[in-house]
């Protein structure tokens, strides 16, 4: 058969792509340094607890709450090739209103770094303070963070009001990142791949089809668990000029939530990791915990519980340091393969994007039942249970949604794509169930990838499309900004702009 001319130049372009851009601008190698510094977010009075439906004010510290920060920067002979600050808090999740306080407290204290290069990023633990005021009134519509607050008893004299706390909290990041950066050494970075069994997909599905978040698998009518878990740990190692370790990124795809329920803060399972790691290598180790795609996922069990408490009782350990006895077993697990394979020299590049991903629509039903809710409880707020109080918030975040979604029916995505050598490092701004995480992966062309979870601001639950058929809490409109479509976009253009990268 023959082909004609046209084709045959098309198919020529689909098999053999026009590389004239990509050498334009060739991925440059620099010298490594970085930076490491802790800083403590943990208030010196009682605050509201963030996380359930229900207000819990608590003052106790079962352990501290910490900022990590690690500032990243390569150099080659025509000068600075890019830089990154990655900071861990150990919070339920990252106000983008934070990130941009953070931004413009460092700006003037650090002339040589991009401050659009920084990004917070939470464990998700469900013991820190609440990050959102009663009072505060200028939410965008697509600020889910908007519907969660909490009353504070005007009888409860004392309290720190989150208004309060995110001044400080913005103040302490931005000293960590500020302390990190001035302790740029040059040196040399290592990352691996391991594997601990700590998430557990929580949503529990049904005969008649249905989903539960938490649901009993001891049900007669249970079918199975909807998604997969990811086992996967990424550790990026950081070494000194001397081979000596100095600091850690650990990457898990569970959120710390071990102890979500209690009314003492506390950093949750993350805190008893910190400790062994330091035991095992040095006390003065920095550890940056993340948390990858894990928004259908938790440490809690859904089977095996009895078996599994009887192996925590032969142990003597409790939950949290089960999961922290799993976090050090998969870093010594590939210690050693990492130590031999660190480069003090490396492509490095950091893109901050800021994708545009369509809202998930507010239907007119769902609209009408929120009306109705809203006029229902808008003049007794006062007497509305905790719980209802939430539902009251929600219900008037959906008629701003209802609203705004005709002016703009985009949800501004702020991402960052890290290339360190071989390895992607992919974040969003939502509780990314676990099915997109492991689609990024299996299409980014780099060695390794991490995508991570909750960083530069809270757009919530990204649930698919199977999650939203079952239904049940993380897979309703009133959960989530973006829906499945939007998932969509978002693992495409992720996965675009990886290519990218990569064929540089």
Same mark, same amino acid.
Not at 241 to 254: F, R
Not at 311 to 316: D, I, P, Q, T
């Given at each position: 058969?023959?082909i004609?001319?046209?084709?045959?130049?098309?198919?020529?372009?689909?098999?053999?792509?026009?590389?004239?851009?990509?050498?334009?601008?060739?991925?440059?190698?620099?010298?490594?340094?970085?930076?490491?510094?802790v800083?403590?977010?943990?208030?010196?009075?009682?605050?509201?607890?963030?996380?359930q439906?229900?207000?819990?004010?608590?003052?106790?510290?079962?352990?501290?709450?910490?900022?990590?920060?690690l500032?990243?920067?390569?150099?080659?002979a025509?000068g600075?090739v890019?830089?990154?600050v990655?900071?861990?808090?150990?919070?339920?999740?990252?106000?983008?209103?934070t990130?941009?306080q953070v931004?413009?407290?460092?700006?003037?204290?650090?002339p040589?770094?991009?401050?659009?290069?920084?990004?917070l990023?939470?464990?998700?633990?469900?013991?820190?303070?609440?990050?959102?005021?009663?009072n505060? =009134?200028?939410f965008?519509? &697509?600020?889910?963070?908007?519907s969660?607050?909490?009353?504070?008893?005007?009888?409860?004299?004392?309290i720190?009001?989150?208004?309060e706390?995110?001044t400080f909290?913005?103040e302490?990041?931005?000293d960590?990142?500020?302390?990190?950066?001035?302790a740029?050494?040059p040196?040399?970075?290592?990352?691996?791949l391991?594997?601990?069994v700590?998430a557990?997909?929580?949503?529990?599905?049904?005969?008649?089809?249905?989903?539960?978040?938490?649901?009993?698998t001891?049900?007669?009518?249970?079918?199975?668990i909807?998604?997969?878990?990811?086992?996967?740990v990424?550790?990026l190692?950081?070494?000194?000029?001397?081979?000596?370790?100095?600091?850690?990124?650990?990457?898990?795809?569970?959120?710390?939530?071990?102890?979500?329920g209690?009314?003492?803060l506390?950093?949750?399972?993350?805190?008893?990791?910190?400790?062994?790691?330091?035991?095992?290598?040095?006390?003065?180790?920095?550890?940056?915990?993340?948390?990858?795609?894990?928004g259908?996922q938790?440490?809690?069990?859904?089977?095996?519980k009895?078996?599994?408490?009887a192996?925590?009782?032969?142990?003597?350990l409790?939950?949290r340091q089960?999961i922290?006895r799993r976090?050090?077993?998969?870093?010594?697990?590939? &210690?050693e393969?990492?130590?031999a394979?660190?480069?003090?020299?490396?492509p490095?590049?950091h893109?901050?994007?800021?994708?545009?991903?369509p809202?998930?629509?507010?239907?007119?039903?769902?609209?009408?039942?929120?009306?109705?809710?809203?006029?229902a409880?808008?003049d007794? =707020?006062?007497?509305?249970?905790?719980?209802?109080?939430?539902?009251?918030?929600?219900?008037? =975040?959906m008629?701003a949604?209802?609203?705004?979604?005709k002016?703009?029916?985009?949800?501004?995505a702020?991402?960052?794509?890290?290339?360190?050598?071989?390895?992607?490092?992919a974040?969003n701004?939502f509780?990314?169930?676990?099915?997109?995480g492991?689609?990024?992966?299996?299409?980014?062309p780099?060695?390794?990838t991490?995508?991570?979870?909750?960083?530069?601001?809270?757009?919530?639950?990204?649930?698919t499309?199977?999650?939203?058929?079952?239904?049940?809490?993380?897979?309703r409109?009133?959960?989530?900004?973006v829906?499945?479509?939007?998932?969509?976009?978002?693992?495409?253009e992720t996965?675009?702009?990886?290519?990218?990268m990569?064929?540089q």
């Open positions: 058969m023959r004609s001319l046209v084709c045959t130049i098309a198919l020529s372009l689909l098999v053999f792509p026009d590389t004239n851009a990509d050498a334009a601008s060739p991925q440059r190698d620099g010298q490594l340094s970085f930076g490491w510094a800083e403590s977010i943990t208030p010196d009075k009682p605050v509201a607890i963030g996380g439906y229900h207000t819990r004010i608590g003052g106790e510290v079962h352990d501290p709450l910490s900022a990590t920060a500032a990243i920067e390569t150099r080659d025509d600075v890019d830089q990154a990655i900071v861990s808090c150990d919070l339920s999740l990252i106000r983008r209103k990130q941009e931004r413009e407290l460092v700006k003037e204290q650090l040589d770094l991009d401050v659009q290069k920084i990004f990023s939470a464990t998700h633990t469900h013991t820190a303070p609440a990050l959102t005021d009663t505060e =009134t200028d965008h519509p &697509y600020d889910f963070i908007g969660w607050a909490y009353r504070i008893p005007a009888d409860q004299t004392g720190m009001q989150p208004v706390y995110l909290l913005a302490r990041i931005s960590a990142v500020v302390k990190a950066w001035k740029r050494k040196g040399g970075m290592s990352f691996a391991s594997h601990a700590i557990h997909n929580r949503r529990a599905v049904y005969a008649n089809g249905t989903a539960r978040m938490y649901g009993r001891s049900d007669p009518t249970f079918s199975h909807e998604g997969v878990s990811d086992h996967s990424d550790v190692f950081f070494w000194r000029d001397d081979g000596g370790l100095e600091g850690m990124a650990i990457n898990v795809y569970c959120p710390a939530q071990e102890v979500e209690e009314k003492c506390s950093a949750d399972y993350w805190y008893d990791a910190r400790e062994l790691l330091r035991e095992r290598y040095h006390a003065d180790l920095f550890v940056l915990p993340l948390t990858g795609a894990s259908d938790s440490p809690h069990l859904m089977w095996n009895k078996a599994e408490a192996m925590r009782e032969r142990r003597k409790s939950s089960e922290a976090i050090l077993r998969a870093v010594e697990d590939v &210690y393969v990492a130590q394979n660190i480069q003090t020299s490396l490095f590049e893109r901050v994007e800021r994708v545009p991903l809202v998930w629509q507010v239907s007119d039903e769902r609209y009408a039942q929120a009306l109705a809710l809203y006029e409880g808008k007794k =707020t006062g007497e509305l249970s905790s719980k209802d109080y939430i539902y009251w918030r929600v219900s008037r =975040t008629l949604r209802y609203a705004y979604q002016k703009d029916p985009f949800y501004k702020e991402l960052h794509l890290l290339r360190l050598g071989d390895l992607a490092v974040t701004p509780e990314l169930y676990t099915d997109y492991v689609r990024i992966k299996g299409r980014s780099a060695t390794q991490a995508v991570v979870q909750l960083t530069a601001g809270c757009a919530a639950y990204l649930p499309v199977r999650a939203v058929a079952g239904g049940g809490y993380s897979a409109i009133d959960d989530g900004v829906g499945p479509e939007g998932g969509t976009v978002f693992v495409d996965t675009r702009i990886l290519s990218e990569w064929r």
